[in-house]
């Protein structure tokens, strides 16, 4: 990658807005969607924007407990470093520090310049290699649910909303209720003002099913992977802000057994190289709503692919607590106009602003590689004129069948067989994946719980 002598300049310019930084952060998001990365000295900026400097390479593809895994890049190989290069455009302040600080991405490359296979970022670039070859480009958006929890109290517990004059937890859901924004008013706004400071287009809040439950919708924008960048840069925001309000904000798929599981929502529409949307195109249209075939394929690609990338979506061992037909999580293949019970909605649009919504995924999955996943469904299934089946009709009332992996070995498993997401992820990004992701599973599963005893000490 050539040297970016604009570096310095940016970062001039974000200090003269924002004040002179003792230090930065220097971060990249891992297998994980966790960002991972170091912090640097003021004396050290010059030498980074210029030149760049070395990281741990496997440090991007570590377990969600930040081990490594054998048989995968830093586990047997000496753990060796990779040139890093910051990226441009992506200097901010870190507002929530006690010192002035400056907060920056960088990607990992190989030694002769040429992409780091392991960087989510790559994955994602390859993933809309082939949209891009057919001048198309894809405009996305995500939306996070996320709870917020009592920064202090022993045990796992809502933290807001509160039953009036009490330290209860407010029962029931009073879904969409703004009263309840009232109550987390002084997090939300530290959340939109530092938002504002870092570039993250964060638009609706809203006041999601379960007490505690919250969501923060992100404008879209025609590169997938700044939305995803977005979308972590919002994650540390949030924690952040949860943490000086004394909260803790959880983005676990399923904290709690009775209650909603937290979605990562991704919005797409595909435009041509003159901006018009493209789903909204083509000979074969549908009078109502005023979508042409485009989009059924691109939905049937979706659908098809659907079990063999849940692992993507559904990434840990709580994930597929979340996957119950019972709880308003997407667990079929099926796709829908207005219908939030399907797994692909079509939501309320016109032709311009025609979109598709997957809904599979939780909020612990990392971002860029549910977005590649999306984003290969969609090319898989255009270019293969994909079929999606019926739609669930507006208003129709469906029991869901599970018809997508609900256990993460299952998953794992049919990750591993997919024929379809190693020609857009690359090979060597799979089997990377499903290798970290079996070590988890394995070491999860081999771990004693309070559980067994509970339920088998007297019994057996």
Request: hydrophobic share 40%; with cysteine.
């Amino acid at each position: 990658m050539a040297k970016s002598p604009s570096l310095r300049t940016e970062l001039r310019a974000a200090q003269k807005k924002h004040g002179e930084f003792e230090s930065m952060d220097l971060l990249i998001p891992d297998l994980n969607g966790f960002l991972r990365g170091k912090r640097v000295r003021r004396g050290e900026f010059d030498k980074v924007c210029k030149g760049g400097f070395v990281f741990c390479a496997g440090a991007t593809l570590l377990t969600g407990l930040g081990e490594v895994t054998s048989g995968v890049m830093g586990a047997d190989d000496g753990d060796p470093d990779l040139p890093a290069r910051l990226i441009p455009g992506s200097i901010v302040p870190v507002p929530w520090a006690s010192r002035p600080m400056g907060q920056a991405f960088f990607r990992i490359v190989n030694e002769d310049g040429g992409d780091f296979f392991g960087d989510p970022r790559t994955v994602l670039e390859n993933a809309l290699k082939p949209l891009k070859k057919r001048g198309l480009t894809a405009v996305v958006a995500t939306e996070l649910e996320f709870y917020l929890l009592d920064g202090k109290a022993a045990e796992p517990k809502i933290g807001a909303p509160l039953v009036p004059g009490t330290d209860r937890p407010q029962p029931g859901t009073q879904v969409y209720n703004p009263d309840d924004l009232f109550e987390v008013e002084g997090f939300l706004d530290d959340v939109y003002a530092w938002c504002e400071a870092q570039n993250v287009p964060a638009e609706a809040a809203i006041s999601e099913y379960s007490a505690g439950q919250f969501e923060i919708n992100l404008h879209h924008v025609a590169d997938a992977v700044l939305a995803c960048d977005h979308a972590v840069m919002l994650k540390r925001i949030i924690k952040a802000a949860a943490r000086k309000h004394g909260f803790i904000a959880c983005f676990m798929a399923k904290p709690f057994e009775e209650d909603a599981g937290s979605g990562l929502h991704i919005h797409m529409s595909i435009v041509d190289k003159n901006g018009n949307n493209y789903f909204s195109q083509g000979k074969e249209k549908m009078a109502l709503p005023p979508f042409s075939a485009r989009l059924r394929h691109a939905v049937g690609g979706l659908l098809k692919i659907m079990p063999e990338s849940t692992l993507l979506g559904a990434p840990n061992a709580n994930s597929y607590r979340r996957l119950r037909p019972d709880m308003f999580a997407p667990v079929e293949p099926n796709w829908g106009v207005n219908h939030r019970v399907v797994s692909i909605r079509i939501p309320e649009s016109d032709e311009n602003n025609l979109r598709l919504e997957h809904r599979t995924a939780g909020a612990d999955a990392n971002p860029y590689l549910v977005m590649a996943s999306v984003v290969a469904g969609v090319h898989y299934g255009m270019k293969n004129r994909i079929d999606p089946g019926p739609m669930v009709e507006q208003g129709a009332e469906i029991v869901p069948k599970l018809k997508i992996p609900n256990r993460w070995e299952t998953a794992i498993n049919k990750f591993r067989r997919s024929k379809v997401l190693p020609e857009y992820l690359g090979e060597e990004y799979c089997r990377a994946y499903a290798l970290v992701r079996q070590a988890e599973a394995d070491s999860y599963h081999n771990k004693i719980a309070q559980l067994d005893f509970d339920w088998y000490l007297r019994s057996v």
